[in-house]
């Protein structure tokens, strides 16, 4: 797809979901890091469930820094990897206390240095609190749709960063991921996507028969 063409196609989508935004509670830019973290392999819905009563705890790098494991297991317990989110959350909030002033940093090299944080997490962090990515955030969502816009021919979230990155323009880097995941969430799912309910259906190569692109593969038994 031209670049000409596929910005065409996301201001079609933006108009349909104007209201696309990072579904992750949180209350500036540390608590949106932990609740980032939180949420790898997990859902925002559960992690929205758990975080209110983390940051009543602790509310600040130097509390979670403090706080003891078991307890904050306990709270983490509802999620999966819990006792591993547990070490990358008390973790990341000591070296925010060690090396950043108890400050989440602002560049990708510093944020991907802090347990638990890969590319993808840094970028929400960078474009949601801070308005600066330094890339496009790939989730499953963007994956999918990405692959079925035809917007990539790549099946790895580095290679269809690559691609996007080219395609739009740095400003429309953190727009165009809230767009596509609320597009993958309440229209473009990856079973049964709602190819009629779709403000772009025209010009989308896998409509009406959507549902076999940017999945896995069904494994034989």
Do not use: Y
Request: hydrophobic share 40%; net charge positive; with cysteine.
């Amino acid at each position: 797809m031209s670049a000409a063409k596929a910005r065409s196609v996301f201001a079609a989508l933006r108009a349909q979901h104007p209201d696309a935004h990072c579904e992750l509670d949180h209350d500036g830019p540390f608590q949106l890091l932990v609740a980032t973290v939180l949420s790898a392999q997990s859902t925002d819905v559960m992690v929205n469930k758990i975080t209110p009563e983390l940051f009543r705890r602790w509310n600040s790098p130097q509390a979670l820094a403090a706080a003891p494991p078991a307890e904050v297991e306990h709270v983490l317990s509802r999620i999966g990897m819990f006792r591993q989110k547990t070490r990358n959350v008390i973790g990341l909030s000591k070296l925010l206390v060690e090396r950043h002033a108890g400050l989440v940093p602002r560049s990708l090299a510093e944020l991907v240095e802090l347990p638990g944080v890969g590319r993808k997490t840094a970028n929400v962090v960078l474009g949601v609190a801070f308005g600066a990515p330094e890339g496009v955030v790939v989730d499953t969502h963007v994956q999918r749709i990405s692959q079925r816009l035809g917007l990539t021919q790549h099946d790895e979230p580095p290679e269809i960063e690559q691609d996007l990155m080219r395609l739009f323009e740095r400003t429309d880097w953190d727009a165009l991921s809230h767009v596509l995941i609320f597009h993958g969430r309440r229209v473009c799912s990856a079973r049964k996507p709602a190819c009629s309910a779709c403000s772009v259906q025209k010009s989308c190569p896998s409509a009406f028969h959507a549902e076999l692109v940017g999945r896995k593969p069904v494994r034989a038994r």
